[in-house]
Protein backbone atom coordinates (compact mmCIF):
# COMPACT_ATOMS: atom_id res chain seq x y z
CA UNK A 1 0.00 0.00 0.00
CA UNK A 2 1.15 3.40 -0.61
CA UNK A 3 2.07 5.80 1.88
CA UNK A 4 -0.71 8.16 3.45
CA UNK A 5 -0.53 11.97 1.23
CA UNK A 6 -1.71 14.93 2.50
CA UNK A 7 -6.05 15.10 1.29
CA UNK A 8 -6.58 18.98 0.45
CA UNK A 9 -10.12 19.89 1.05
CA UNK A 10 -11.85 21.81 -0.84
CA UNK A 11 -15.61 21.33 -0.42
CA UNK A 12 -17.61 20.09 2.23
CA UNK A 13 -21.27 19.43 2.60
CA UNK A 14 -23.80 18.17 5.28
CA UNK A 15 -27.04 16.95 3.61
CA UNK A 16 -29.56 14.58 3.97
CA UNK A 17 -28.86 12.08 0.51
CA UNK A 18 -26.38 11.67 -1.91
CA UNK A 19 -27.63 10.04 -5.29
CA UNK A 20 -25.15 9.26 -8.20
CA UNK A 21 -26.33 9.65 -11.67
CA UNK A 22 -25.07 7.59 -14.76
CA UNK A 23 -23.07 10.68 -16.14
CA UNK A 24 -21.13 10.76 -12.82
CA UNK A 25 -22.88 13.48 -11.42
CA UNK A 26 -23.71 13.49 -7.25
CA UNK A 27 -27.33 14.96 -6.64
CA UNK A 28 -27.21 16.05 -2.83
CA UNK A 29 -30.46 16.29 -1.09
CA UNK A 30 -31.69 18.31 1.62
CA UNK A 31 -28.31 20.20 2.17
CA UNK A 32 -27.99 22.03 5.69
CA UNK A 33 -27.11 25.20 4.96
CA UNK A 34 -26.94 26.49 8.51
CA UNK A 35 -27.49 24.93 12.01
CA UNK A 36 -29.41 21.57 11.74
CA UNK A 37 -32.66 21.71 13.05
CA UNK A 38 -34.98 19.15 15.17
CA UNK A 39 -38.24 19.19 15.85
CA UNK A 40 -37.52 17.57 19.43
CA UNK A 41 -34.69 15.70 21.48
CA UNK A 42 -33.76 13.00 21.15
CA UNK A 43 -33.77 13.39 17.20
CA UNK A 44 -32.54 10.77 15.07
CA UNK A 45 -31.37 12.77 11.27
CA UNK A 46 -30.07 11.23 8.26
CA UNK A 47 -26.57 12.68 7.15
CA UNK A 48 -24.57 12.00 4.44
CA UNK A 49 -21.06 13.63 3.75
CA UNK A 50 -20.12 14.98 0.17
CA UNK A 51 -15.87 16.08 0.20
CA UNK A 52 -14.37 17.35 -2.31
CA UNK A 53 -10.48 17.36 -2.14
CA UNK A 54 -7.12 17.35 -4.03
CA UNK A 55 -4.20 14.60 -3.74
CA UNK A 56 -1.00 15.06 -4.21
CA UNK A 57 -0.40 11.82 -6.31
CA UNK A 58 -2.07 8.97 -8.55
CA UNK A 59 -1.64 6.69 -5.41
CA UNK A 60 -5.70 5.39 -4.29
CA UNK A 61 -5.48 6.48 -0.58
CA UNK A 62 -7.93 5.63 2.62
CA UNK A 63 -9.96 8.88 4.88
CA UNK A 64 -11.00 7.82 8.28
CA UNK A 65 -14.04 9.95 9.08
CA UNK A 66 -15.19 10.50 12.61
CA UNK A 67 -18.58 11.74 13.40
CA UNK A 68 -19.56 12.82 16.82
CA UNK A 69 -22.10 15.17 18.93
CA UNK A 70 -24.21 16.41 20.38
CA UNK A 71 -23.83 14.01 23.41
CA UNK A 72 -21.59 11.12 24.19
CA UNK A 73 -20.24 8.48 21.69
CA UNK A 74 -19.05 9.24 17.92
CA UNK A 75 -19.23 6.45 15.21
CA UNK A 76 -16.34 6.21 12.32
CA UNK A 77 -15.95 6.00 8.43
CA UNK A 78 -13.27 4.86 6.61
CA UNK A 79 -13.67 5.38 2.89
CA UNK A 80 -11.34 4.38 0.55
CA UNK A 81 -10.35 6.46 -3.51
CA UNK A 82 -8.82 6.91 -6.17
CA UNK A 83 -7.72 10.36 -7.37
CA UNK A 84 -8.61 11.50 -10.96
CA UNK A 85 -5.68 12.10 -13.16
CA UNK A 86 -6.12 15.88 -11.98
CA UNK A 87 -5.60 14.67 -8.35
CA UNK A 88 -9.07 15.72 -7.28
CA UNK A 89 -11.39 13.32 -5.50
CA UNK A 90 -14.83 13.65 -4.88
CA UNK A 91 -16.18 11.36 -1.47
CA UNK A 92 -19.88 11.03 -1.20
CA UNK A 93 -20.18 9.31 2.13
CA UNK A 94 -23.23 6.28 2.12
CA UNK A 95 -26.14 7.93 4.50
CA UNK A 96 -26.34 7.18 8.32
CA UNK A 97 -28.31 8.41 11.28
CA UNK A 98 -26.90 9.72 13.87
CA UNK A 99 -28.92 10.59 17.46
CA UNK A 100 -28.84 13.89 18.51
CA UNK A 101 -29.21 13.31 22.22
CA UNK A 102 -29.46 17.00 22.99
CA UNK A 103 -28.64 20.37 21.81
CA UNK A 104 -24.96 21.16 20.71
CA UNK A 105 -22.26 20.81 18.42
CA UNK A 106 -22.27 17.76 15.62
CA UNK A 107 -18.52 17.65 14.24
CA UNK A 108 -17.11 15.68 11.96
CA UNK A 109 -13.14 15.23 11.64
CA UNK A 110 -10.53 13.48 8.98
CA UNK A 111 -7.79 11.73 9.40
CA UNK A 112 -5.05 10.13 6.85
CA UNK A 113 -3.74 7.78 10.23
CA UNK A 114 -6.58 7.60 13.02
CA UNK A 115 -3.76 9.49 15.11
CA UNK A 116 -4.39 12.95 14.21
CA UNK A 117 -7.66 14.51 12.87
CA UNK A 118 -8.59 17.43 11.59
CA UNK A 119 -12.21 19.38 11.99
CA UNK A 120 -14.10 20.19 9.02
CA UNK A 121 -17.24 20.37 9.82
CA UNK A 122 -19.07 22.21 12.86
CA UNK A 123 -23.20 22.49 12.22
CA UNK A 124 -25.13 23.58 15.91
CA UNK A 125 -28.16 21.47 16.82
CA UNK A 126 -30.86 23.09 17.50
CA UNK A 127 -34.90 23.05 18.58
CA UNK A 128 -36.59 24.11 15.82
CA UNK A 129 -40.64 25.09 16.63
CA UNK A 130 -41.61 25.33 13.02
CA UNK A 131 -39.26 23.85 10.54
CA UNK A 132 -41.28 25.26 7.65
CA UNK A 133 -41.83 29.09 8.90
CA UNK A 134 -38.05 30.15 7.30
CA UNK A 135 -38.63 32.07 4.07
CA UNK A 136 -37.27 30.53 0.60
CA UNK A 137 -34.05 32.34 -0.37
CA UNK A 138 -34.78 33.74 -3.91
CA UNK A 139 -32.09 33.94 -6.01
CA UNK A 140 -31.20 36.95 -9.13
CA UNK A 141 -29.79 35.32 -11.95
CA UNK A 142 -26.51 36.57 -13.38
CA UNK A 143 -26.75 39.73 -15.42
Known amino acids: MAKPQHF ?33 FPADVPLSLFLEGKVDSQDEGV ?7 PGDGSALMSVHYKPHESGLVALPTPRFTVTME ?30 WALAPIVMQPPS
Do not use: A, M, Y
Not at 12 to 40: A, P, T, Y
Not at 63 to 69: E, P
Not at 106 to 111: A, D, T
Open 8 to 40: NIINRIVCEEIRQEKSNKFILLGVFSGDILVEK
Open 102 to 131: KPGTFKVELSEDQKTWETVVEKEVILGHDL
Open 63 to 69: LHIRFSG
